[in-house]
């Protein structure tokens, strides 16, 4: 696919990664539509994307809401009267391990028992509304608008390496590892119209996400990386964007982890 003239829609695109996914596109000269929940957000990369001299227009919306999915794509057909690529990257995490032993303490700090604490049901439920459940509506609602309008477009889906496992994360490790298969699904099925469907697993990667984490720990993950660093956010767009410009790729999950494995 020539990026030039195409449009890109790109969901968490207020900052992070999908502020990276939008510069990169931007350079290619792809105009954008740009999903998340913060306007304020949503406004920082529209500037930079304007100022690069492509089209851009931002829609707040929840994607693990169905009605705001249907009614985002509609709009986004009314506004650019096409719609050529998916960046599906909107993801939250709530890690926890499944169940832990927690000590009880009086107020002068002694051990006086155990609590059992147990992964909420909500903290569950949240993080696979919006990472698995809001990919499959976003895609879903892309592919039909490929059969309406006879595009033959690419839809990207962001999955983790942390789909293999990772301590702490069984909501977010169960919807990285369904987005990846979902991805071959939909490569297989969406062949016969033209349209392709690929995965990027990102590995640690240098956004608000992971500074959030404490310097002890982060420097633990960075000691585990083969490269001993984190990845930055353009090197995961250059990625999409390899994709995106690639005809013969469908149906893969590319890593790019600086040969971390979990």
């Known amino acids: 696919m020539n990026l030039e003239g195409k449009v890109v ?9 999908g502020r990276a996914f939008a510069s990169e596109l931007a350079d290619k000269g792809a ?3 740009l999903v998340d929940l913060n306007q304020d957000d949503l406004n920082a990369t529209k500037e ?13 919306t929840n994607v693990a809401k169905e009605a705001e999915v249907v009614s985002l794509f509609d709009q986004i057909v009314k506004d650019f009267g096409q719609v050529d690529g998916l960046i599906n990257n909107a993801g939250i995490t709530r890690d926890g391990l499944i169940v832990r032993k927690k000590k009880i303490k ?7 028992g155990e609590e059992i604490q147990k992964m909420s049901l909500q903290n569950w439920q949240l993080v696979i509304d919006v990472n698995l459940t809001g990919v499959f509506l976003c895609a879903r609602e892309f592919f039909e608008k490929q059969l ?3 595009g033959k477009g690419v839809c990207i889906n962001i999955s983790s390496i942390s789909r293999n496992g990772n301590m702490g994360q069984t909501n977010y490790t ?3 590892a369904g987005v990846a298969e979902m991805t071959v699904t939909w490569a297989k099925e969406m062949a016969q119209h033209g349209v392709r469907c690929a995965a990027i697993a990102p590995g640690y990667i240098n956004t608000e996400m992971v500074a959030a984490i404490r310097e002890d720990v982060k420097q633990k993950i960075i000691d585990q990386v083969p490269i001993r660093r984190l990845g930055e ?5 250059r990625t999409a964007v390899f994709i995106l410009e690639n005809d013969y790729i469908t149906g893969r ?3 790019v982890d600086g040969g971390l494995r979990i």
């Open 9 to 17: 829609v790109t969901t968490g695109g207020g900052r992070g990664l």
């Open 31 to 33: 105009n954008l539509a």
């Open 48 to 60: 930079m994307a304007l100022a690069k001299g492509v089209k851009a227009q931002t829609y707040v």
């Open 106 to 112: 009086d107020e002068a700090g002694n051990v006086t």
């Open 148 to 150: 309406q309008l006879g």
């Open 174 to 176: 169960a919807t990285k």
């Open 233 to 237: 956010p353009s090197e995961i767009a």
């Open 253 to 255: 999950v590319i890593e």
